[in-house]
């Protein structure tokens, strides 16, 4: 008797739709149009997993779009969205997976050598200038302002005060605003659709040519492994860590007036903060994605790259350079399927036939 496999569990991709997000599917379908705000998440390598997802989107959905377009992230997260808002994405989205993808350190590299290789990567993809093209692409980097013992700058005494953060974490969430502001810096005129600011003090700070490489070097500065950023221009004073210590995966009620929030991810797997990841209860509000279209690669397509897993910044240790930087090109080459998974999805027939409620990732 033949077997019957269902559509959903053939692709490479899993859709997910909050309700006002779902009820517009279902109603009006989806066009690059609806999109008023994308979203990128922390992650580091997790990202490869992503990248022909963005090249379709730059070359595809971005052209199309006539209306400001607000865009979002920390670390990673910030860096492609700082691709996105460039006046050539594709080829700073290019520069920025090639010199990512190829990064080479010694056995035991010190967070000086990380540090200044995190600089050259930079310096790689970006260009003062592209502030200048942020008319209608408008980009928010967000950093995490260090407070208390997240001060510290020694990597071997930073680890004791972060371990005492992560348990006043474990303990309560609304802890972690005694150690961490977020701050958000943003291109003249953007303006984020989030309802109400949750228990974060939250600064918002113009971005300009004088803090923008400090502001995306300050959101990717992973505590331990890379020096944080001091006193950024025009920003409150203090050292600046990744931004994923406030918002890793986003847990805030970005709800635009009109349209949507479009959230490509790389994981089926919705965080508020970088210290919550082993917290299994610890998990967004739904409500706070209910505009919100998420696409993640499914699980089947996941476990079928090299290792069962996508890439993550633990390759660094488990893998020399030649073996993590073939595992992630694989990863990079798989991802094509992706793209052309999101695009069937797009113009088929009954696109919400696909779509899972998000509500399911947050019970």
């Given at each position: 008797?033949?077997?019957?496999?269902?559509?959903?569990?053939?692709?490479?991709?899993?859709?997910?739709?909050?309700?006002?997000?779902?009820?517009?599917?279902?109603?009006?379908?989806?066009?690059?149009?609806?999109?008023?705000?994308?979203?990128?998440?922390?992650?580091?390598?997790?990202?490869?997993?992503?990248?022909?997802?963005?090249?379709?989107?730059?070359?595809?959905?971005?052209?199309?779009?006539?209306?400001?377009?607000?865009?979002?992230?920390?670390?990673?997260?910030?860096?492609?969205?700082?691709?996105?808002?460039?006046?050539?994405?594709m080829?700073?989205?290019?520069?920025l997976?090639?010199?990512?993808?190829?990064?080479?350190?010694?056995a035991?590299?010190?967070?000086?050598?990380?540090?200044?290789?995190?600089?050259?990567?930079?310096?790689?993809?970006?260009?003062?200038?592209?502030?200048?093209?942020?008319?209608?692409?408008?980009?928010?980097?967000?950093?995490?302002?260090?407070?208390?013992?997240s001060?510290?700058?020694?990597?071997?005494?930073?680890?004791?005060?972060?371990?005492?953060?992560?348990?006043?974490?474990?303990?309560?969430?609304?802890?972690?605003?005694?150690?961490?502001?977020?701050?958000?810096?943003q291109?003249?005129?953007?303006?984020?659709?989030?309802?109400?600011?949750?228990?974060?003090?939250?600064?918002?700070?113009?971005?300009?040519?004088?803090?923008?490489?400090?502001?995306?070097?300050?959101?990717?500065?992973?505590?331990?492994?890379?020096?944080?950023?001091?006193?950024?221009v025009?920003?409150?004073?203090?050292?600046?860590?990744?931004?994923?210590?406030?918002?890793?995966?986003?847990?805030?009620?970005?709800?635009?007036?009109?349209g949507?929030?479009?959230?490509?991810?790389?994981?089926?797997?919705?965080?508020?903060?970088?210290?919550?990841?082993?917290?299994?209860?610890?998990?967004?509000?739904?409500?706070?994605?209910?505009?919100?279209l998420?696409?993640?690669?499914?699980?089947?397509?996941?476990?079928?790259?090299?290792?069962g897993?996508?890439?993550?910044?633990?390759?660094?240790?488990?893998?020399?350079?030649?073996?993590?930087?073939?595992?992630?090109?694989?990863?990079?080459?798989?991802?094509?399927?992706?793209?052309?998974?999101?695009?069937?999805?797009?113009?088929?027939?009954?696109?919400?036939?696909?779509?899972i409620?998000?509500?399911?990732?947050?019970?």
């Amino acid at each position: 008797m033949a077997v019957t496999v269902s559509r959903r569990a053939m692709e490479p991709i899993e859709i997910f739709a909050g309700q006002q997000a779902y009820r517009h599917i279902a109603q009006s379908g989806i066009r690059p149009t609806d999109i008023r705000a994308i979203i990128g998440a922390s992650g580091g390598p997790k990202w490869f997993v992503l990248s022909h997802l963005d090249r379709y989107l730059m070359q595809n959905w971005l052209p199309a779009i006539p209306h400001q377009l607000e865009l979002i992230g920390s670390s990673i997260g910030a860096w492609r969205m700082a691709a996105y808002a460039s006046a050539a994405p594709m080829a700073a989205l290019e520069q920025l997976e090639s010199q990512y993808l190829n990064q080479r350190y010694s056995a035991r590299p010190s967070h000086q050598e990380i540090s200044q290789s995190i600089r050259q990567l930079l310096d790689s993809f970006i260009q003062p200038n592209d502030l200048d093209q942020h008319q209608l692409k408008k980009l928010h980097i967000v950093a995490a302002r260090c407070k208390g013992l997240s001060q510290l700058k020694q990597p071997s005494i930073q680890g004791l005060a972060f371990a005492a953060v992560a348990v006043g974490n474990l303990v309560s969430r609304r802890s972690l605003p005694r150690s961490f502001d977020r701050v958000i810096f943003q291109s003249p005129g953007g303006q984020l659709p989030v309802a109400q600011w949750d228990h974060f003090r939250t600064h918002q700070v113009p971005l300009n040519r004088a803090n923008y490489r400090d502001a995306l070097l300050a959101s990717g500065a992973i505590p331990i492994v890379i020096e944080g950023v001091r006193d950024p221009v025009g920003a409150p004073r203090g050292l600046y860590r990744d931004g994923g210590m406030v918002d890793y995966h986003f847990d805030l009620p970005f709800k635009p007036e009109q349209g949507l929030v479009l959230y490509p991810h790389f994981s089926p797997l919705l965080k508020p903060g970088w210290f919550d990841k082993p917290l299994p209860w610890r998990k967004v509000h739904a409500s706070n994605y209910s505009h919100t279209l998420m696409i993640s690669p499914s699980r089947e397509f996941v476990a079928s790259l090299p290792y069962g897993k996508i890439p993550d910044r633990r390759d660094f240790e488990r893998l020399d350079n030649d073996s993590r930087i073939r595992y992630w090109q694989t990863v990079v080459d798989r991802n094509q399927a992706i793209a052309e998974a999101f695009d069937r999805w797009v113009h088929s027939a009954n696109p919400l036939d696909q779509v899972i409620p998000i509500e399911t990732l947050t019970r």
